[in-house]
């Protein structure tokens, strides 16, 4: 069966950049332009990012990576004596190496539970009951980090989002979200940028680009004075400002112009909507409520085996549970084509 | 005047990216490919680097910066309580906002004299005979930090860095080389990169491709499989490994390939010569040995204030000081009419 | 009911200074000595530890603090990217406000499971399976630290330590030892210091000798040369090398001579062990197996209230729970007095 | 000669300590206290510091070395983008390891040039004008620090302080006082403890007591509340709190009171004052002007031996330069038979 073209539900990371976003960074290679964002690019940046996210003081940081994007804005946010408090699964816990201690210069992070990979009140106030404050013993929690939406595709409600960090404000805790699929979530939503982000209380978003079409660059979008200050010059330090800034800012203009940030994000929800809904028809059980573009299934390691074999490609994330992920290049062709070859499967063919 | 085309003598930070980079990016774009650099770029990537260094187990990460490749580089080479020696006017000393004692835990920078912007036998001999070897007082020197060329434009021949590189090596000090214009340097001293970094006794090297063409990417390359193993978990950490990564290998891949940064480095070194021998020839004074592509000369501020007016573009370092700096998309024709202008200044006109 | 004395159980923390060690400290107030650890005193501990613990090059280096000795002797053995595995409970986690971040220059600890505050077999097991072994996205667990006895006053008997260390060294973990209160669990055991150390596997040893009557001193004893090394750097960039080190030293030769830590550690257990007899008596339902020095035991808040107006000094722990701990320092006629006010508190008086 | 009682003018450091400190221990050992500083000791402290600098809300912090109180003030003072700026002999920039980097998350220190071992008031002048202030490729000037005394012996006025001080205030940078011998400065200067402090613009002191008299405590007076507030947590993650502090506070109140600190460095300045007129008298040439308690001295190699086998003990710090430092435990006779010894040295005897 290895003639079957492959079909990619791996992640959206494996996916290509959006044609918009390669032709603005052709398009950016026109003269020569200050480098470290002193450049036109840049500077339009900023006017897009603060119409889409209606806040007059925004400021975009384009950045190489979603790890440096929370990393960056956490350490500018947390003190080193600070707290990071977020979601057990979190991938600041649980995928990114320490980068936030690192750059925080040993402030930690501390992993809380909550229901369907997401924080409740009560996941809140259990933490801040079990918390010694103002006790030098004890990393003080300074930030709350929630992820939008969570790395297994569920969501919070603009409401949620700002009932959370109400509570976090009434302890002084400033909010940061880790939105590497921001733009799936805002999509699925219906809501404003403004909504999940300043609206509701969050002081910085970690913006997710690459995994939504663009090639080299997600950014930092900071709500708060204090944070830009910090970022400006962390960012220098880390060695994340571009020399030849334009062409990143480039990639995110275009990817926050003429709304091609949640066209594409659509596009990739939609897919696995029609996916899902393909999988359920076929009696597949579904382990998460897919809300956004990715669903984890159940099905016996033989069939596991057999999908493989069929060229689809996924990730195993446990014996007998599969990840499948759309992207915004997954076609409804891709998707019928995948549903057959699971029917196949499933029928021991 | 303001009718004149501005001539761009800033920085080659300010060029634009050569189209066979840009290509490159482009036809990159083709399918799914694994992310963090699971993909076929970043495998030819090594294949070709370690060719063109004649070197088999050299190793290649992409990084968005040079300040980024700098400062890991010699976080994964120095302990917390070492020192980094290199010369006074090192961009890592005076142009990274600390990034080398950030990343390296604590590790500090110690500047030393030498001549002509480069160390000499003596800078070292001087510093070593200064310090507390096994005084735990005293930062020990773990690491020896060469320019190559400077940032005024000067280059250290091979036998100099491995007279330099082997004095160390009695110390036990390990060898970096800051390459951000390392292309210009071989091409003006016309040896082969192995001779300026691994042959001449150097563990890794900061590859600067940015100033030279490419779009968002320099490297770090490893020669010392320590180093390449540290750095593997390091640039993690540090949110500098792209998860598109093919999209930065691909610009590495066609940097490195058909000779194209060596050839764009010596249109650069050819501009500055024609440049210089100009400049040199209306009785301009330089400052500098201009052995690569930038030159620093004296004229009163009333001909510097002329000359911007002229739409030159360049900097001013100090009072009656600037500095030119040609890149790999300075043409004969703009070197011609820089030259036209500086005498026109110099006329009074 | 004020005027009855009071007895204290809060902590070992807060008893006095053992008498021979006030001594020891004034006896070496004679003469002048070299400063920073090069005098006769702390040359002599060296031997008095190398006879204690029957290890020919184990070091002494004397700090100020348990949380220093944790910290400083886990950044020693662990890099910047990797996770210290220990109990969830540990004093490293929830006590220390991220020294082992801070000094770890970002490592991350990483909080196990472990039936009666102690890590089993299957806690290691869980965990490592739970790794993503060499994926740089994973901080990558390097140290195992147990805690001995733990901080609610259970032990390993060395052949546990030795199965969990013999389990960390098939995947390369370095094993340390939190023994803030290490003697008391030595004496419960009635084994030698060797047996709960290297003998064990473990590499390096955090001493602790202030809750057991030092002044000012605990202190990192290693057992592994390349953690000796490390130390001797990174406790001066610390500021833990105490310029007068004679009297730091003085302190831990007296302790470690003569068996006074060990004795002193006795007396403190065998306190514990009269009054959680006494306690059990009056069918007080004790929730831990006072295997040391400290008993966790449920009263209702009553009589709680009862006991602080009696004059009894101990600490609440959560409604219904208090915490008491005996030291060097707590004499025969203090436990039957404490008992007699429990006594009472119990019959409402 | 070896019968010859040895006379130590090596270091202030080989002194013992004063019978008033170790008393103050001894006496502090009676009953039980709480740990951490929440004892009588510490609280008296407090009180005792606050008359003696005439300061509401000045608050000590023991530590226990100055190594610890220079860096963990700095890192308090300095974001980790910041540079301190300090003399280039500044024992923080020689002798400390980096210790300012690391607990500054990579903060650098910035030796200036200055007459006498002094900073003057060109030299911040010309530092600010070489500042590429707000530039994020450049560490930004934080903080100011001043060592009183100079490690070599010299003094500022308090005008001076108060001078530099303002001109720092002018950029926003806060001043430190490394005052690991400042009560031999303060003895000499004939001043106020405030004079040389807050009232001349400083925020923190490092209270050198160990050298004048103290057996394991130095002291961080701080003077500003922030630096307070951020210290209560970073020297708790240093592992520089100690549990038993009342042993170290009993010290510093003893030190401070009566006049005891300002007593023995009266003591210690006269020796040397007596030492440096003898010096003088007999033709030795002196490289410093004694302030305070130590001179360099320029003898010829044979000379120095002959010191050395008279059983003079001092530091050679160069070929024909020697050290010499008295301290409250040098007599005059001390001085009457070291100005004999070297009078014989000098005749070739």
């Given at each position: 069966?290895?003639?079957?073209?492959?079909?990619?539900?791996?992640?959206?990371?494996?996916?290509?950049?959006?044609?918009?976003?390669?032709?603005?960074?052709?398009?950016?290679?026109?003269?020569?332009?200050?480098?470290?964002?002193?450049?036109?690019?840049?500077?339009?940046?900023?006017?897009?990012?603060?119409?889409?996210?209606?806040?007059?003081?925004?400021?975009?940081?384009?950045?190489?990576?979603g790890t440096?994007?929370n990393?960056?804005?956490?350490?500018?946010?947390?003190?080193?004596?600070?707290?990071?408090?977020?979601?057990?699964t979190a991938h600041i816990v649980q995928n990114e190496?320490?980068?936030?201690?690192?750059?925080?210069?040993?402030?930690?992070?501390?992993?809380?539970?909550?229901?369907?990979?997401?924080?409740?009140?009560?996941?809140?106030?259990?933490?801040?009951?079990?918390?010694?404050?103002?006790?030098?013993?004890?990393?003080?929690?300074?930030?709350?980090?929630?992820t939008?939406?969570?790395d297994?595709?569920?969501?919070?409600?603009?409401?949620?989002?700002?009932?959370?960090?109400?509570?976090?404000?009434?302890?002084?805790?400033?909010?940061?979200?880790d939105?590497a699929?921001?733009?799936?979530?805002?999509?699925?939503?219906?809501?404003?940028?403004?909504?999940?982000?300043?609206?509701?209380?969050?002081?910085?978003?970690?913006?997710?680009?690459?995994?939504?079409?663009?090639?080299?660059?997600?950014?930092?979008?900071?709500?708060?004075?204090?944070?830009?200050?910090?970022?400006?010059?962390?960012?220098?330090?880390?060695?994340?400002?571009?020399?030849?800034?334009?062409?990143?800012?480039?990639?995110?203009?275009?990817?926050?112009?003429?709304?091609?940030?949640?066209?594409?994000?659509?596009?990739?929800?939609?897919?696995?909507?029609?996916?899902?809904?393909?999988?359920?028809?076929?009696?597949?059980?579904?382990?998460?409520?897919?809300?956004?573009?990715?669903?984890?299934?159940?099905?016996?390691?033989?069939?596991?085996?057999?999908?493989?074999?069929?060229?689809?490609?996924?990730?195993?994330?446990?014996?007998?549970?599969?990840?499948?992920?759309?992207?915004?290049?997954?076609?409804?062709?891709?998707?019928?084509?995948?549903?057959?070859?699971?029917?196949?499967?499933?029928?021991?063919?």
């Amino acid at each position: 069966m290895s003639e079957l073209r492959p079909i990619e539900l791996r992640s959206d990371n494996a996916a290509g950049a959006a044609p918009e976003i390669v032709d603005a960074v052709v398009r950016a290679n026109a003269g020569s332009a200050l480098a470290y964002g002193d450049d036109d690019w840049t500077a339009r940046l900023q006017e897009v990012a603060r119409r889409v996210f209606e806040h007059e003081t925004a400021r975009v940081f384009p950045v190489v990576s979603g790890t440096a994007a929370n990393s960056l804005a956490l350490a500018a946010m947390c003190p080193p004596w600070g707290a990071v408090l977020c979601h057990e699964t979190a991938h600041i816990v649980q995928n990114e190496c320490g980068a936030t201690s690192m750059y925080g210069g040993g402030a930690v992070m501390r992993g809380l539970p909550g229901d369907d990979y997401r924080l409740q009140r009560s996941s809140l106030e259990h933490a801040f009951a079990a918390t010694g404050w103002g006790d030098n013993h004890v990393s003080q929690p300074k930030v709350l980090s929630l992820t939008l939406p969570s790395d297994h595709g569920t969501v919070y409600r603009p409401a949620e989002i700002a009932d959370l960090a109400g509570l976090a404000a009434e302890r002084g805790l400033r909010v940061h979200v880790d939105g590497a699929r921001v733009a799936n979530a805002i999509a699925a939503l219906g809501c404003t940028p403004a909504d999940v982000t300043w609206r509701a209380g969050v002081h910085a978003l970690s913006l997710g680009a690459i995994k939504n079409g663009a090639l080299s660059t997600d950014a930092i979008v900071s709500f708060d004075d204090r944070v830009t200050d910090e970022l400006y010059y962390r960012l220098k330090r880390a060695g994340h400002v571009a020399s030849k800034m334009r062409y990143q800012s480039a990639q995110l203009e275009a990817y926050l112009s003429d709304d091609l940030w949640l066209r594409s994000a659509r596009r990739a929800n939609q897919a696995m909507a029609q996916l899902a809904a393909g999988l359920a028809g076929l009696g597949v059980e579904l382990t998460n409520r897919p809300d956004v573009n990715m669903v984890f299934v159940r099905v016996p390691d033989t069939v596991v085996d057999r999908l493989e074999q069929a060229g689809l490609l996924f990730y195993r994330i446990s014996p007998g549970t599969i990840r499948l992920v759309t992207s915004f290049q997954t076609s409804d062709a891709d998707v019928d084509e995948a549903l057959a070859r699971v029917e196949r499967a499933l029928d021991g063919r």
